[in-house]
């Protein structure tokens, strides 16, 4: 039986806020090396404004899909086109013939790397029995692409400027 594991990916973590964070050191570095003309005061101004921007809300996603996905363990059987969606030393089972409508949000700029935020996304995953599953792309960068392969459902892209989760129950 082919499984497929899919657990939270730690170097992604790393690599998403070092984006984040990435363009505080290039200005900072910039500064250092070069003594420019652009002075302490415009740096700052500059820093604080990425930071409100760009740097806030890509924190503010990560912590709500790192939140998402503590303690939670997926597995997807392909033979049986089952997922497994373990939380809290529960199981939960669902049957991906059952799966009537795959959803991928992201943000406009999606995955370009143009802003901090633009690589974070989430999927909705609805059921027959009018049960819903998000899984965010912490875990996987591949999960549509994973999910396309065995079920043949084309992920429905839903673009927003950024793709914070939605609250819960809300799904």
Not at 64 to 76: C, G, N, S
């Amino acid at each position: 039986m082919n499984i497929i594991k899919l657990k939270s990916n730690y170097l992604r973590h790393f690599l998403l806020l070092v984006r984040v964070f990435g363009i505080y050191l290039f200005l900072w570095l910039y500064v250092g090396v070069f003594k420019n003309d652009l002075g302490i005061n415009a740096l700052l101004i500059t820093s604080i404004i990425i930071f409100i921007l760009d740097t806030l809300p890509a924190i503010i996603v990560h912590l709500q899909y790192l939140a998402h996905e503590y303690k939670v363990k997926i597995e997807i059987s392909e033979q049986e086109k089952k997922l497994f969606y373990f939380h809290k030393g529960q199981i939960k089972i669902y049957d991906l013939k059952e799966l009537t409508k795959l959803e991928s949000y992201l943000s406009y700029a999606g995955g370009s790397g143009v802003n901090a935020w633009s690589e974070y996304e989430f999927y909705r995953i609805s059921f027959l029995n009018g049960e819903q599953l998000i899984v965010t792309n912490l875990r996987t960068p591949n999960f549509g692409k994973e999910i396309a392969n065995i079920t043949g459902l084309i992920p429905e892209k839903k673009m927003g400027v950024i793709s914070f989760l939605p609250p819960i129950g809300k799904l």
